[in-house]
């Protein structure tokens, strides 16, 4: 599997920007190419904040990999 980020970022309009792509390789060779965007509201101004939202986003991707690599054949 590769990880390609467009974006990983706090915006002025208050949320946490996470997009880009991931593909996966199979035993065979084959790839497929799987897009993403996700977006968390900050709770509030600062670092901590931001930093927060930007874990929620990450936990957001993992999930959809694992729902993506766990599908039956």
Request: proline share 5%; net charge negative; charged share 20%.
């Amino acid at each position: 599997m590769a990880l390609h980020l467009n974006d990983f970022v706090s915006t002025y309009e208050g949320e946490v920007i996470l997009s880009g792509q991931y593909v996966i390789t199979h035993v065979k060779g084959q790839t497929q190419s799987y897009p993403f965007l996700f977006k968390t509201p900050l709770e509030d101004d600062g670092f901590s904040p931001s930093i927060k939202a930007m874990r929620n986003t990450i936990q957001q991707l993992a999930e959809d990999i694992r729902k993506t690599v766990t599908k039956p054949a």
